[in-house]
């Protein structure tokens, strides 16, 4: 049957008489509440974040606030995917935590990458696989500014019919971009080098108008908040495909090869053997040293050297290890040289140990007795890889895992407090000057101290604690701090 339409005829008189034809039709586009209730969804969710992140990020030190702000941009998220992807705001919260310690620079990048890897999570509708996360959170850090940009600019250039929105898009940027970019160049140095216009502005500012400072803020956390709340949205640009690279023989240099690696590893076995055995000698066995030369002297001299050997030591055999092949004298030596640059890495740790004794501890020791078990187990898995013939993507995956799975643990660990406990409980020459510039961390410990030994260690100034009144700025290292200051006004002793 021929249909005609009746213009100004109501929608819900149209569908009244849907009989007439024989099928009913669809309802128009954009008139259902369920369509309205997205167009709304997203905009109200938009200003409600926006209000959120001035609340708790705008002119405040950063602190309980950021996790607070990421775990709703989260939960934004997986309303918008309609309670998909939970996985992701979990990932997220777990990720937050080193901010809840302390925040810094490593626990600021912590903090990221729990919101990219959340939020890809959730846009993909569930967990993807390691590859495939990692991929679509380096996607949404990349498109996700540029797809808030291209549907403001939709917005802003509705009403040029008969273009598409990346035309329109395309438009508006080549348009503004020019006399906007230079014309803030230009304020700021009119704003130097003419107090009157400065002038205008601080009146306007006493006037109750918005600073300008706080409106580039909203923009920029528009800029962030919008592809959180439009996530469904961006699944298929986050969808890519992952390629995985074959590390073998043909992909290096020609350097490389059989008869070479061979002979390297003879040498290098031959070599390695030396040290070790003068590292039994000397620091196992307890051998008298050269004249005019202590033990802390003889493992200060090794314990970095060796390390940086070890670590070249343990490559070499990862690239060596193709070149095997079938000949199980080879595969012997490869193993061999493995296992030595564990003993080495071990005897740099009893060097490390020896030096700490003699001369205390530092962040520096610190950093670097871990790095050094770092490498201790890495050489573990490349042994294991070995016998086990895994790939070298086996390898590079499980070393990612470690070193951030050890990074993140260190995040809870307060270095200062520990470093100043060892330094003020232990016999070794005092450093009054370092102990007192470490963080706010070591003020309990430098007051015990200064309790025991009845004296004043810090003359000049103690590590400045800044008092927290608001809960935005709240964090856990420093709460521990005050209650450990507490307890000892209230009981006279060390906590």
């Known amino acids: 049957m021929k249909t005609y339409l009746v213009r100004g005829v109501p929608a819900s008189i149209q569908l009244d008489s849907w009989w007439m034809d024989g099928a009913p039709p669809r309802p128009p586009a954009g008139k259902t509440g369920q369509r309205m209730h997205r167009n709304w969804a997203a905009p109200v969710a938009l200003a409600g974040l926006i209000s959120l992140a001035d609340f708790l990020l705008w002119q405040v030190m950063p602190g309980l606030s950021l996790s607070v702000f990421g775990f709703c941009l989260l939960l934004a998220g997986l309303g918008a995917t309609g309670g998909r992807g939970w996985g992701g705001v979990i990932l997220g919260g777990v990720l937050f935590l080193p901010v809840i310690e302390q925040v810094q620079v490593l626990s600021l990048l912590f903090w990221l990458a729990g919101i990219l890897l959340g939020g890809a999570w959730l846009a993909l509708g569930g967990?993807?696989?390691?590859?495939?996360?990692?991929?679509?959170?380096?996607?949404?850090?990349?498109?996700?500014?540029?797809?808030?940009?291209?549907?403001?600019?939709?917005?802003?250039?509705?009403?040029?019919?008969?273009?598409?929105?990346?035309?329109?898009?395309?438009?508006?940027v080549l348009g503004w971009a020019l006399p906007l970019g230079l014309g803030l160049i230009f304020l700021s140095l009119l704003l130097e080098a003419n107090p009157v216009i400065e002038d205008w502005l601080r009146r306007l500012d006493r006037m109750g108008l918005p600073d300008m400072s706080r409106i580039f803020f909203w923009a920029g956390m528009a800029l962030v908040i919008w592809p959180f709340v439009i996530l469904p949205g961006l699944r298929g640009q986050l969808l890519a495909k992952t390629r995985s690279v074959l590390i073998g023989p043909r992909q290096l240099p020609r350097i490389l090869n059989d008869r070479a690696v061979r002979r390297s590893l003879f040498l290098f076995n031959l070599l390695f053997a030396v040290q070790t055995?003068?590292?039994?000698?000397?620091?196992?066995?307890?051998?008298?040293?050269?004249?005019?030369?202590?033990?802390?002297?003889?493992?200060?001299?090794?314990?970095?050297?060796?390390?940086?050997?070890?670590?070249?030591?343990?490559?070499?055999?990862?690239?060596?290890?193709?070149?095997?092949?079938?000949?199980?004298?080879?595969?012997?030596?490869?193993?061999?040289?493995?296992?030595?640059?564990?003993?080495?890495v071990g005897s740099s740790l009893l060097r490390l140990e020896l030096y700490v004794e003699a001369y205390g501890l530092t962040r520096l020791r610190m950093a670097a007795a871990i790095w050094m078990g770092l490498v201790a187990v890495w050489l573990?898995?490349?042994?294991?890889?070995?016998?086990?013939?895994?790939?070298?993507?086996?390898?590079?995956?499980?070393?990612?895992?470690?070193?951030?799975?050890?990074?993140?643990?260190?995040?809870?660990?307060?270095?200062?407090?520990?470093?100043?406990?060892?330094?003020?409980?232990?016999?070794?020459?005092?450093?009054?000057?370092?102990?007192?510039?470490?963080?706010?961390?070591?003020?309990?410990?430098?007051?015990?101290?200064?309790r025991q030994k009845a004296r004043s260690l810090c003359v000049s100034s103690y590590p400045y604690l800044r008092k927290i009144d608001d809960w935005r700025e709240?964090?856990?290292?420093?709460?521990?701090?005050?209650?450990?200051?507490?307890?000892?006004?209230?009981?006279?002793?060390?906590?």
């Open 127 to 172: 967990w993807p696989g390691t590859r495939q996360l990692t991929s679509g959170a380096i996607r949404l850090l990349a498109l996700g500014p540029l797809h808030a940009l291209r549907d403001m600019g939709g917005l802003l250039a509705f009403g040029r019919k008969g273009l598409p929105a990346t035309d329109r898009m395309q438009g508006l």
């Open 277 to 344: 055995v003068m590292d039994a000698t000397f620091l196992w066995g307890g051998a008298a040293l050269p004249h005019g030369m202590n033990y802390a002297e003889y493992a200060h001299r090794g314990a970095y050297p060796l390390l940086v050997t070890a670590l070249l030591a343990g490559l070499f055999a990862l690239v060596a290890r193709p070149y095997t092949g079938n000949d199980a004298l080879v595969r012997l030596a490869l193993l061999a040289f493995v296992a030595q640059n564990m003993l080495l």
């Open 380 to 450: 573990a898995m490349i042994l294991w890889q070995i016998v086990n013939r895994q790939s070298a993507g086996w390898l590079l995956a499980r070393s990612l895992v470690l070193g951030l799975t050890l990074v993140y643990a260190c995040m809870f660990v307060s270095f200062d407090r520990t470093i100043a406990r060892y330094n003020l409980s232990h016999d070794v020459p005092l450093d009054a000057w370092y102990i007192c510039n470490l963080g706010p961390a070591a003020l309990p410990e430098i007051l015990a101290y200064e």
């Open 474 to 495: 709240w964090g856990f290292r420093d709460w521990r701090v005050f209650r450990s200051l507490g307890v000892m006004q209230s009981t006279g002793a060390a906590p």
